[in-house]
């Protein structure tokens, strides 16, 4: 079956992962914000006016940075227990799969050898700090960090 056949068959779009109902109802996509209402299609004509064109097309890029700062700020959000979840997940796979790991590490086998000999230092490295340089962004007026 080629992608052609399967692209127009009857299928629920919600079960269909590419699609943005499915994306939706999942929760991966922004459902109730006020920006989506600008994208909705209007079927009143509107009589051409250089001003107002001139307008719209500050309000639509003012509209467009709006919802890339909440996108950005809803996927933050959405993947905030990522971390605590892939630790987790990676105890419970050395937990399972322990015996494979070595008995014991080389530097616990030279510390055994050597019987305490050796006494255990704290050295402090000087560090050269890092000096932050400010980018201008276009568009927005903001500065933004370069690391």
Partial sequence: MSHFQKFKMKRNPRKLKWTKSFRKSAGKEMVVDSTLTFAARRNVP?????DLVATTLKAMQR???IR???EKAFYRKRMA????RERAADR?????NEHLLPKTSVTEKVDEMLGGL???TSVEIPVKPVKNRRKLVVGHGEEMDID
């Fill in 118 to 120: 050796v006494e255990k």
């Fill in 92 to 96: 419970k796979l050395v937990a399972e």
């Fill in 63 to 65: 509209v467009s940075e």
């Fill in 81 to 84: 227990g990522n971390k605590e």
């Fill in 68 to 70: 890339s700062r909440r």
């Fill in 46 to 50: 509107v009589r051409y006016n250089r």
